[in-house]
């Protein structure tokens, strides 16, 4: 909002467009089009190179695409915010979340910590003895579930009914009414198996995450709150993603079988070149001028990570798949976008990479290290339980998106071993 | 771990792994003119919206079974793909045009981008200063002398379709019968209002070759639509012309005479020229964008409102043959059409502050279409709706209320806006619609559309639907006066 009398602006800044700033090949439905499901890069890297912040009229959004527009946007909570998932679902003010209490957070990161191996042993362990499986659904898909019941102590019967309608949820959040309604449901359900489980727990001395939120006298609303804001998209979407890159470069499967140190690498450079959440969503708090343009008052502005992490301008030959690539930053960078002068991939919509910055000593760990090391656990497993793994004869497994704002990962990806 | 295999009968239905359905843009079929698409219902029967319905070409034909389940079940519709909520109701969408405070014009919205910073975007006193600079020249006493040059340039355009100086091909005779097919578009209303439009700016006649050109790139351009970048041209082609005018009219202020040789005053550019706002000048920047307003507001929506009319009152011989009976009707049979069927679909507002309407939380700064299109046609305020009746009892046709939107127990349509941005074309726009309506019914005999060479609805015989804005084409069949 300008200031001034009355509550309007009071000022101008001049903003047409001139013939040399529009893209005649460029057809703004591009961007709700199945060419950007299955491959968005094309289209991102033409926003990228013309129009930095284009302006999606249908959409109603800013794409910001280049890698130091979008890293200054994610960390510039003062100008632009991060709006809910249960916005979509008009339920703002629906339970708490929790996810941020501290016990939640130490509660998450020991029973996460303590389940990955195991969790991934028992996976791997139960391929069919034919030698082949689906990588993305039998692995990638199904382990964030599986760390996530761990995590809730779900029974077999409550984790099938748990695993089904959380996703549900998650995919509930979009833009489409037919899913919002099934999520509603769904987060019904859920809300009162909570209830159950909470009541059975309030008194028990379990180090579960139901337990612990009994204690704090959460409702069953609470807890569904909380896993809805959360995202096991990036674990899903990054193992996915990153043995989709390994099956396609067998040299680079080679390299990473020889050298297990380099298993985080290639999982990093594939959060860059593949990102699995291709783009976040923020609104302006109020109306701020950057980019050359004037954004309004609650405007979305779009920040494409799909397009920012193959910037030219910061990763050279950004196209290929390069694992221990010089110019990508090989650590957590805490609190920022880089680090010992490097930038890192953007890869989580949550916001700066950690949420804890730097000290105390005992901070828990963040969101980004407890993800990238779940991922790495999953995948050491699959090189120790199955070392000729290769991709299947004839297999042609590709990167997509099933809807519009929904993760960018392979679906299918048959293997041998 | 919990999860009994196969694990992917699980993941499928919840992801949507095999549902072709919800992947890119879908075709909705197209559905019998007042049947909705089923898109869907909740737990409760409530139907849903599928917000992809709005890019959809079922949409574009068929629009008002749509915003009847908006109106019915979700006034307020938040479409997350758009990223905007759309709000359909009469009432609602009034209350919002009137709280100037509480809805705002968008800074930088949907047409500054091809058209400039003009009013459109501004509001309170910074807007109304800068429509009054011609505004008034668009109303009462100065409309009034411009009539006769209206109805002489209506007169001479329509003698054309007779004598053989028509636009090549919009024209063709019948040499069977002696009777003649006019496409009143190119051959009356493309170019009509513009005339009358350049003739109130003062441009030049040789201007009058890229009006059309100007008009209708720039409103196709407008909303970032897949043709922006030709508005774009075109704005920047208007520009190129203008600016010469706008510096030597700034010297040289034309004054316009009637046609008795009494001022009428001076033309728009003229006026925009010598105009201040707070003591400055207008900047040439800021007269033409004002300019590129009026050339696109003048055009295209007269343009459509003509086309529209005739196709309309044509499809009504009862309605027409009334309207030749008592011409004071033409007045109730203007409203009514743009009632049913306007150029303009409505204004994109942000609301100022955080809000709550029919149960639906807005964030400040949000998007919200007020839809004109469905006002008008909401049962609450005009019972049913869908049918084309100049005689309707509800509906207000006296003399456009400058504000509030209901008088003598009748209600407004919304074609022309509501409240502070009430469109200043709005007076004009009607005089040139009646008036060449007069003529052209006084000037010919056993009028129709040509059927014919109408496009057709999905049926295959009856005509097709107006749908979103007007149509582009009316070809009609006309005897001639003898």
Redesign the interface.
């Known amino acids: ?2 200031d001034g ?6 000022y ?8 040399a ?4 090949q460029f ?3 591009r961007l ?3 060419e950007l ?1 299955d491959d968005p890069y094309p289209v991102l890297a033409m926003l990228r190179e013309h129009t930095p912040c284009y ?7 800013f794409w910001v695409t280049r890698y130091d527009d979008v890293t200054s946007v994610f960390v510039d909570d003062a100008n632009y915010e991060t ?1 809910s998932k249960r ?2 679902y ?1 339920l ?1 003010g629906w339970g708490h979340d929790l996810g941020n209490e501290p016990e939640v957070v130490a509660c998450i990161a020991a029973r996460l910590d303590a389940a990955a191996e195991p ?1 991934a042993r ?2 791997v362990g ?1 391929f069919a003895a034919d030698g082949r499986v ?1 990588l993305a ?2 692995l990638a ?2 382990y964030p ?2 760390l996530l ?2 995590v809730l102590d ?3 019967d409550d ?2 009914e748990f ?2 309608r959380y ?2 949820m998650q ?1 509930g959040s ?6 919002r ?1 099934a999520g509603l ?1 769904a987060m019904e359900e859920l809300a009162a198996m909570f209830e159950r489980l909470l009541a059975s727990r309030a008194s028990d001395g379990g180090d579960d995450l139901v337990t612990v939120v009994a204690r704090h006298g959460a409702t069953g609303c609470d807890l569904v709150a909380t896993l809805l804001e959360g995202d096991h998209e990036t674990l899903h979407g990054g193992l996915a993603n990153l043995w989709f890159l390994l099956s396609a470069h067998p040299d680079q499967l080679d390299v990473v079988r020889s050298d297990r140190r380099l298993v985080k690498f290639a999982y990093l450079e594939t959060l860059r070149h593949s990102a699995p959440v291709p783009s976040a969503d923020r ?2 708090r109020h ?1 701020v001028e950057r980019f050359g ?2 954004l ?5 502005v779009r920040c494409s990570a799909a397009a920012a992490n193959r910037d030219p301008r910061v990763f050279a030959d950004p196209d290929a798949f390069i694992i221990g690539r010089k110019d990508l930053c090989q650590r957590e960078p805490r609190g920022s976008y880089r680090a010992d002068g490097l930038p890192s991939g953007i890869s989580f919509g949550t916001g700066p990479p950690s949420r804890h910055p730097a000290e105390p000593e005992d901070r828990p760990r963040s969101r980004y290290a407890i993800t990238r090391d779940l991922t790495v656990i999953a995948s050491e497993v699959v090189l120790d339980e199955l070392p000729a793994i290769r991709l299947a004869d004839g297999a042609e497994p590709r990167l997509r998106s ?3 704002g929904e993760l960018h990962t392979c ?1 299918s990806l048959p293997v041998l071993w | 771990m919990t999860l009994t295999c196969p694990f992917r009968e699980l993941l499928a239905p919840a992801v949507g792994l095999d549902d072709d359905r919800v992947a890119g843009k879908p075709d909705f079929p197209l559905m019998p003119v007042g049947q909705a698409v089923d898109m869907g219902h909740s737990r409760d029967g409530t139907p849903l919206v599928d917000p992809r319905i709005f890019d959809s070409a079922e949409f574009a034909r068929n629009p008002y079974p749509y915003y009847r389940i908006l109106r019915d079940h979700h006034p307020v519709f938040h479409d997350a793909l758009h990223n905007c909520y759309w709000v359909t109701r009469y009432d609602d969408v009034t209350a919002c045009y009137l709280d100037e405070e509480g809805f705002n014009t968008i800074p930088k919205g949907m047409s500054s981008g091809v058209l400039g910073n003009t009013q459109l975007e501004l509001s309170g006193i910074e807007h109304r200063r800068r429509r009054n600079v011609y505004g008034r020249h668009l109303v009462g006493k100065a409309l009034d002398r411009r009539m006769p040059i209206i109805e002489r340039l209506a007169a001479e355009m329509i003698g054309g379709w007779m004598d053989g100086t028509a636009p090549e091909g919009s024209v063709v005779v019948d040499e069977s019968t002696g009777e003649r097919s006019v496409e009143l578009g190119r051959a009356f209303a493309n170019e009509f209002p513009i005339r009358v439009v350049g003739q109130v700016l003062g441009f030049p006649d040789d201007a009058r070759a890229d009006f059309f050109y100007w008009y209708s790139s720039m409103m196709n351009g407008l909303g970032g639509s897949d043709t922006a970048h030709v508005g774009v041209e075109a704005r920047q082609h208007l520009e190129d012309f203008v600016e010469a005018l706008v510096a030597e009219r700034r010297a040289h202020p034309i004054y316009l005479y009637d046609e008795a040789g009494d001022p009428i005053g001076r033309d728009i550019i003229s006026e925009l020229c010598l105009a201040t706002v707070d003591g400055d000048q207008l900047s040439t920047e800021e007269v033409t964008s004002n300019i590129a307003l009026v050339v696109g507001g003048g055009g295209e929506t007269t343009r459509g409102a003509i086309l529209n009319l005739w196709y309309l009152l044509l499809q009504h011989p009862e309605q027409y043959a009334a309207v030749l009976a008592d011409d004071a009707l033409w007045d109730a049979a203007f409203h009514e059409m743009l009632r049913v069927a306007s150029s303009i679909g409505g204004q994109p507002r942000h609301n100022t502050w955080d809000l709550e309407l029919h149960g639906v939380r807005v964030p400040a700064g949000s998007l919200m279409h007020m839809v004109d299109f469905s006002a008008n046609h909401d049962d609450r305020v005009f019972a049913d709706p869908e049918r084309f009746d100049i005689f309707r009892p509800n509906l207000y046709t006296g003399k456009i209320i400058r504000s509030g939107v209901r008088k003598d127990g009748r209600a407004s349509h919304l074609a022309f806006g509501v409240g502070p941005h009430l469109c200043p074309g709005a007076w004009i726009s009607h005089q040139e619609t009646v008036i060449g309506a007069r003529v052209l019914a006084q000037a010919v005999d056993h009028i129709r559309i040509d059927v014919e060479r109408m496009p057709k609805d999905i049926d295959g015989t009856s005509l097709a639907p107006i749908g979103l804005g007007a149509i582009r084409t009316l070809w009609l069949r006309i005897g001639a006066r003898g």
């Open positions: 909002m300008a009398e009355g509550g309007w602006r009071s101008e800044v001049y903003q047409r467009v001139r013939p700033e529009t893209l005649p057809k703004p439905r709700t089009s199945r499901l302006r999606d009229w249908p959409g109603n959004a709006r916005w979509p008009g703002e969790v028992q996976i139960s689906d659904v039998e898909a199904r579930l599986e019941i761990n779900l029974s077999a984790g099938a695993a089904t996703l549900t995919r979009g833009w489409d009414p037919v899913g309604e449901v609104f302006c109306e343009r004037l309004p008052d609650g405007a979305l099933l809807r519009l679906w």
